[in-house]
């Protein structure tokens, strides 16, 4: 015969049916469990089924139980809908629905609501306890929350009802406001961001490098020049919300309204929207002053059109400046300068809460499974670079010293400048450096300098450079970290490895190419020839230092590695 497992329907509280036996063609039982305790359901009923028929029939007395359904767990108590409510960050009036529905089959009366902790909040609609709730009746209430308040809102709302129920509502969220301190763009504006790595080194030289953080920080760095009210402004926000955290504008994000836009609206048509710091679930702020402005949240973006969660609050008139916006708070010390009464200088540091994680993308074509990134840097500032070796000092204080050139190589280490000049260039940067996140991911960066000068034609098919002789044969010989170069020409711009290199005289030597060129360049045609080098970020903090909201400079540290 066959055997089949079973199982035993969950119960109640009293756990298994009193008269249960098991088939005989079941081997085996395992028991079922609701994700609640059995204790919510409600216990079986025992009793005697009474007979109100006019004429009796024929039967049988049967004893058994009543198995509890889900009905038991849906109905006999009452239901908060929603049971919590998580405000997010309150950046301006906002109001929920809360309906309190009785699902017993009898009536029910709310006694009392006991709110705690709650500053700012207000619960309003049908008349205050005790108030009677019919059978399967639901009421809804009105649930508002003022941006005025504690920073930090962790209140709880207690239904108590005949009979000792008592049931609670918990509302969560956090309070912000507007820095509508605009920066001084004279002296610029610096975007700060951190990743956070490891780099182990070995004894050759080699690494293994390890990233730390998910998500880069961030930090704005700004002056402010003020007159007037703003100088109050300022002074009373820092006074009452210095160590909380503000709604920050992304000041160098910035577009306009192109036409008004009343109040009650849920549309903003920002034509930048899709480059800039815009996302789903974050902020933006209309902004006319540092008086005059108003958060909103942003549901989701199309194209250049935010829709927002709530309604605006008020119109805006064509021209109004709209940005996007991130949570932020003050670091350190806000020292204010006071060059008048009425007027006042200063700088700010706001680090951003609401991190996001960074779109990380090559900004140029890949060679030997690497990026490349062959955008020339801004020679109006020098480039430094440095000469290390991994070299170990071995000195018994006896007798001469010795030394350990571990590597073998040197670490060469440039410090290189870039003026990126519009939005489009800042936004692959910005990829960039993302894909790099920190010290941990290399790429292939030429030297930029003119190291190399052809001295004869390179025919199409060859697969030789003839070059002044500035020893590489004698002294680097193809060595793996200086092998692979750039050509560019008049006729295109070629990648090649150094195979071997031949001293053909005192003037002249041979380089041998792993790939022949397919067209022939004349020495005039020859605009640089530049050393590749795999190399990797020596930082991992970068500052972005914005001279004005689409020009934006650069600088960086690198490192070679053994490629």
């Known amino acids: 015969m066959a055997a089949f497992a079973g199982i035993v329907a969950p119960g109640s509280a009293v756990g298994e049916p009193v008269h249960y036996e098991r088939a005989r063609g079941i081997s085996g039982y395992r028991p079922v469990r609701y994700p609640f305790a059995a204790a919510d359901s409600v216990s079986p009923l025992a009793g005697t089924r009474g007979e109100a028929r006019p004429i009796s029939e024929p039967h049988r007395r049967l004893a058994g139980v009543r198995v509890p359904s889900f009905a038991d767990d849906w109905y006999h108590r009452i239901h908060l809908l929603p049971p919590r409510i998580d405000l997010g960050n309150v950046i301006s009036p906002i109001e929920r629905r809360l309906e309190v529905w009785n699902a017993h089959l009898q009536e029910q009366t709310v006694l009392a609501i006991e709110a705690t902790g709650a500053d700012g909040l207000v619960l309003s609609g049908p008349p205050a306890p005790p108030l009677a709730f019919g059978a399967l009746q639901s009421r809804t209430y009105s649930f508002s929350a003022s941006h005025r308040g504690a920073p930090v809102i962790n209140a709880q709302f207690a239904f108590r009802f005949t009979g000792g129920g008592e049931m609670r509502l918990t509302v969560t969220g956090r309070r912000v406001v507007v820095f509508g301190i605009r920066p001084d763009w004279s002296d610029g504006l610096t975007e700060r961001l951190e990743w956070l790595s490891e780099v182990l080194e070995a004894h050759d030289g080699s690494e293994q490098r390890i990233r730390l953080r998910q998500l880069p920080r961030r930090s704005f760095e700004y002056s402010w020049l003020l007159d007037g009210q703003d100088v109050r402004l300022l002074e009373h926000l820092l006074f009452a919300w210095g160590a909380r955290i503000y709604c920050l504008p992304v000041w160098t994000d910035g577009s306009q309204l192109l036409q008004d836009v009343a109040a009650g609206g849920r549309e903003l048509v920002v034509p930048n929207a899709p480059h800039v710091d815009y996302h789903p679930g974050g ?269 934006v400079r650069v600088q960086l540290s690198t490192r070679t590695l053994p490629s």
């Open 283 to 551: 902020m933006a702020v209309l902004w006319r002053s540092a008086v005059e402005n108003e958060a909103v949240e942003i549901a989701s973006i199309d194209g250049g059109v935010l829709t927002l969660t709530l309604a605006l609050g008020r119109s805006w008139p064509a021209g109004t400046r709209v940005l996007p916006a991130r949570l932020a708070r003050l670091e350190g010390t806000t020292t204010v300068r006071r060059v008048t009464d009425t007027i006042a200088s200063g700088r700010s540091r706001f680090t951003v809460e609401d991190l996001t994680a960074a779109a990380g993308s090559e900004a140029g074509s890949a060679y030997r499974g690497y990026a490349l990134l062959d955008w020339p840097p801004d020679w109006s500032e020098e480039i430094d670079v440095s000469w290390q070796r991994k070299l170990t000092v071995i000195d018994q204080g006896t007798g001469t010293r010795g030394f350990d050139d571990e590597a073998g190589a040197p670490q060469v280490g440039r410090r290189l400048t870039w003026l990126l000049p519009n939005r489009p260039h800042i936004t692959a940067f910005r990829q960039w450096l993302a894909a790099r996140a920190g010290r941990v991911h290399p790429c292939w960066l030429p030297t930029f300098t003119s190291d190399l000068q052809v001295s004869r034609v390179v025919v199409s098919g060859g697969s030789g450079l003839v070059v002044l002789n500035t020893g590489y044969s004698r002294f680097v010989a193809a060595h793996p970290q200086r092998r692979d170069l750039v050509l560019r020409t008049t006729a295109g711009t070629f990648f090649r490895r150094v195979t071997g290199a031949d001293e053909l005289s005192v003037e002249e030597e041979l380089l041998s190419l792993d790939e022949p060129l397919d067209v022939t360049v004349t020495v005039d045609q020859v605009l640089q020839v530049s050393w590749l080098e795999l190399a990797r970020l020596d930082q991992d903090a970068v500052e972005l230092f914005w001279e004005t909201d689409s020009v």
